[in-house]
Structure formats: C-alpha cells, structure tokens
C-alpha cells in the first residue's frame, strides 16, 4: 500500500515524534509498502538528505518559526495543498492518510484526505473504471498533550485554546462528525481534528486514557514509537566504556516543560560523584550552559547540544543510567524505552511514562520537587557505584519495545481501516 503520512516538522528535526515517524517508515518499506512523508521544509543549515529520503519526503512551503531554524510552519493553504497535490500526481495513488501532527500537520493532511476523496468521487461520477476503492481512510496519531503542554508555558493557555479552534475553523470549515460534550478546551480542538478519522491512535497507553475520557475519541488504539531492530541489535554489542564513576545522560529537548533546569539544581544539590552528559538544544539552551558555570559543575557536567540520533543511542547504552524529567507533558517518552533496549536503566520524574514502560531496574522519584530528584539520583547513583555492571535492563523484557513488534499492530490498524 501507498501511505502518505503528513506531520508538523519535518522528520529530519530533533524531536521523538520525528524519530517515530521515521523508524516506522524504514520498517514499513522493509514489509515492501510505500511512504511518503510531507512535512515544512527544514530550513536547518547543513542539511542534506540522502537520495533515499528525497524520494520519501515531500517538502511543503515553509517559514522557520525558531531561531535555531530547526523548526518551522507550513500555512493550511490552497498553496499548500497544489504544493502536496503536485508531489503526489508523480508517485503511486495513495491508499491511506495517516496523519501524525496536530497543529498545521493535521489541517494539511485533513486537506489532503478530503483533497483525494473528492477526485475520486469525481472519477466515480464520470463512471471511471473503479481501478481504486472509493474513499481513502483516514489514521490519526496524536503525539501532543496540547492541553498540559500550552498550560506549561503561558497563563493564557484558554485564549490559546480558543484561537486553535478558530485556526482549524478557518482552515477547515465546520467539524464533520459528532464530539462528546466531556471535550472541552484543548481536548475540544483535538476531538474536531478526530471527528473524521477512521481510526485515533496514541504512542501510550496513558496518553490513549486521558484522550478517551476527554472524549476526544470513543476508541484510542496504542501504537508506541518503537526502536529499530537493526540498530538495537548492532548496540547492543558494542562495548561500554570504562569510567572511574557512574555516568549518566540526559537527552530532550532544552525546554522549560522538560525540566532541564531543575536537572542541573538537582545535580547541585545531590552532591552525587557523578558524571552527567546532557544532549539536545532549544531555547534554554544557553541558560543551561550558564547554570553549569554558575554551579560549578564544568568539572563534571557536559552540555554537548544536539548530535544524530545514532551518536545519541550510542551515548545510551555507553550510560548507567537516563534521567527522564519531564512530568505530564510526554505522550509517551520515546528516550526511557530506548534506553531499556539498549540496556540502560532510567531515573523517571513521571510516574505515568515509568508505569508504561514497567521495566527494572528503575527508579521514580517521589514528587516534582527538585530536592525529591536530589535524592533519587543519590539513590541510584550509590547503586549504580556499588553493583555497575549488574545494574542492566535484561533484553528478554523489551522485545514489545522493538519497531518490528509496533509496525505489526500499525499494519493491522490500516488493513481493517481499509477493509472497512
């Protein structure tokens, strides 16, 4: 089959949607199916894609909206829509939608998905042979907690919640389909985006929850951001290697929903004889750097900035642990069930993330607060110290972590849309 699946940003950005979106692209074209990925145009300096992708990716008219230029904006547009339409006329008829973004991504692609609905209704009226079937389904991943995300950052979270409406009101018209009354806010937003889709789907069994009891859908199908099998495989070989103490890693986003700055203070305060490696940029990155300095933690805290996805699984399964800080903002929290098949335990801040992914050795820290963290990385750094090499992920436990495991469930997901 021919997927096309459309997003906010595009896949060669930082981010664990992107990474999602492209492992399960590599595992769908293994299987033999066909996907192409449309996405804003990454406006990223140095960026060059292999012929592979240029083949995969469509890339729609952009603005960068960061000053990194890492990410950007694609307008839900007539411009827009003749941009995707003219890169699909070149490809194989598309066979299904699969929308993973929820802010422009997902107008783009409800476009798109009535775009190709009304050609071939067209083709039916004009009594066409029907080579096709008749309606193109439509799949929708929803990888944003825009309700807790938007709350994080500014106070006006339900003016921000009104204006995304009326952005998807004017982009898209009228909601099609019935929504529950319990939607209401962000979730309202959410719901008339899935009103029309043939089936809703979360990377997270919590996240799947808290849609269906917003009533953003009836039925929220789970679907996790899997790991390459190959990759895990050629990791998990790889020697580790040696150091005078612990070590650990921290990888995101440097947002303040991310809670890296509560990181660092909790570094301090631990006073835990550690080495720490934090990787990822973003608007906080400077200050994270300034707060090392400020700390006095150069001596044993690297602020490395973003690197490949490849050097950061290998930087993974080289740590003792991953410290994960976020709390209510993730979907799923792609980073710890990496960690977990490269063997590499984790420090969870969220209870809902740690609880998803069940895996031992652990620790969860007791509440938000920085001195509860403090502790909890005293805690498992005097574990790590006293049995390092024992304290490992077993690979026995993980298996339902691998892509090839969740690319089964997505491909049963699309054959009964498309049966139906």
């Not at 007539?78 to 939608?97: E, N």
Request: proline content about 6%; overall charge positive; cysteine-free.
């Amino acid at each position: 089959m021919h997927i096309l699946v459309v997003t906010d940003q595009h896949p060669a950005s930082l981010g664990g949607a992107q990474v999602a979106i492209r492992t399960q692209r590599a595992a769908l074209e293994r299987l033999g199916h066909r996907v192409s990925i449309a996405a804003p145009a990454l406006h990223r300096r140095g960026y060059v894609a292999t012929a592979e992708d240029r083949a995969a990716y469509i890339d729609l008219p952009s603005m960068p909206i960061t000053t990194d230029r890492e990410y950007a904006l694609s307008w839900p547009s007539r411009r827009t829509d003749r941009a995707l339409a003219a890169a699909l006329r070149s490809r194989p008829p598309v066979d299904l939608v699969h929308v993973q973004g929820d802010f422009w991504g997902a107008m783009i692609g409800l476009r798109a998905a009535r775009g190709l609905n009304a050609a071939r209704r067209l083709e039916a009226a004009r009594g066409s042979t029907p080579t096709r079937r008749p309606r193109v389904p439509l799949v929708f991943t929803m990888h944003n907690n825009v309700d807790h995300g938007t709350r994080a950052v500014t106070p006006l979270a339900p003016f921000a919640f009104l204006g995304l409406r009326a952005w998807r009101s004017l982009s898209l018209g009228r909601a099609r389909g019935t929504m529950s009354p319990r939607a209401h806010g962000a979730w309202r937003y959410l719901a008339e985006l899935a009103a029309e889709a043939d089936a809703v789907i979360a990377p997270s069994q919590h996240f799947a929850n808290q849609l269906e009891r917003h009533g953003v859908a009836d039925r929220v199908e789970v679907v996790r951001g899997g790991v390459d099998d190959a990759v895990i495989e050629r990791m998990r070989s790889s020697p580790r290697t040696e150091r005078e103490r612990p070590k650990l890693i921290w990888l995101g986003r440097m947002s303040h929903e991310k809670r890296v700055l509560e990181f660092i203070e909790a570094l301090a305060r631990s006073g835990v004889n550690a080495d720490a490696t934090l990787y990822g940029a973003g608007l906080l990155l400077r200050r994270v750097q300034e707060r090392v300095a400020q700390l006095g933690l150069q001596d044993r805290v690297v602020v490395a900035g973003p690197v490949p996805h490849g050097e950061a699984l290998a930087a993974i399964r080289d740590a003792d642990a991953l410290v994960q800080t976020s709390i209510g903002f993730e979907t799923q929290g792609l980073t710890p069930f990496e960690a977990a098949l490269l063997g590499t335990p984790t420090i969870f801040s969220d209870p809902l993330i740690a609880h998803d992914a069940a895996i031992t050795p652990s620790w969860l820290v007791a509440d938000p607060s920085v001195d509860a963290l403090a502790t909890t990385l005293r805690e498992a750094v005097d574990a790590i110290a006293r049995a390092p090499r024992e304290l490992r992920v077993d690979d026995a436990v993980t298996r339902g972590f691998l892509q090839s495991e969740q690319t089964k469930l997505l491909v049963e997901i699309y054959e009964r849309v498309l049966s139906e």
